[in-house]
């Protein structure tokens, strides 16, 4: 196998990583509201693996650097942290969930400032579909999935 179908395949592998904890990640948040650690740890890991085999190859140019994604991981994190802190302290119940914070964080580390839009995203599909519904709360992970997918495939094909 020659070195470049070798780094495809390294690719597709560690695509298919983020896809299956993404798919584990919600089918168990749908099912008891809580979005394991270990899901978010392969989630970064993977997501820190693929951005630095960017940045070795130069491929996939239009997402972006691993330090520009770490750094929009660290600041997902850190305001998640904060708004969610203030939420509960201002209504007194919880709003988003830390996990839902931590799985964010943990895809912005793979897709770096794709991030937002993917979330914004994520929050208005969730809404919408509850309020459908007709249920005051919903589990997030399985739509931040669908929209941080979505959003890697606009990235590479951009």
């Known amino acids: 196998m020659s070195p470049h179908a070798a780094t ?9 990583g983020l ?3 993404g ?8 099912r008891t509201r809580t979005i394991p650690n270990a899901c978010c740890g392969a989630i970064c890991l993977l997501g820190l693996a693929l951005c630095c085999l960017r940045a070795l190859t130069g491929a996939l140019p239009a997402l972006p650097t691993p330090i520009s994604c770490a750094t929009v991981a660290v600041a997902t994190l850190l305001l ?8 509960r302290a201002v209504s ?3 709003g988003l969930g830390l996990g839902d914070v931590k799985y964010m964080a943990a895809w912005a580390c793979a897709l770096g400032w794709w991030v937002v839009p993917a979330l914004a995203a ?5 809404a919408l579909y509850a309020c459908t519904r ?3 709360t919903f589990a997030m992970a399985p739509w931040l999935t669908l929209a941080f997918a979505c959003a ?6 951009r």
Not at 8 to 16: D, G, I, P, Q
Not at 80 to 87: D, P, R
Not at 152 to 157: E, G, K, M, R, S
């Open 19 to 21: 896809g299956a904890a």
């Open 152 to 157: 890697f495939v606009v990235a590479l094909f």
């Open 92 to 94: 007194g119940r919880v």
């Open 8 to 16: 495809h395949v390294l690719y597709l592998l560690l695509a298919c």
């Open 23 to 30: 798919v584990f990640a919600s089918v168990r948040d749908a």
């Open 134 to 136: 007709r249920e005051r």
């Open 80 to 87: 998640g942290v904060a708004a969610e802190g203030a939420y």
């Open 122 to 126: 994520a929050c208005l599909s969730g």
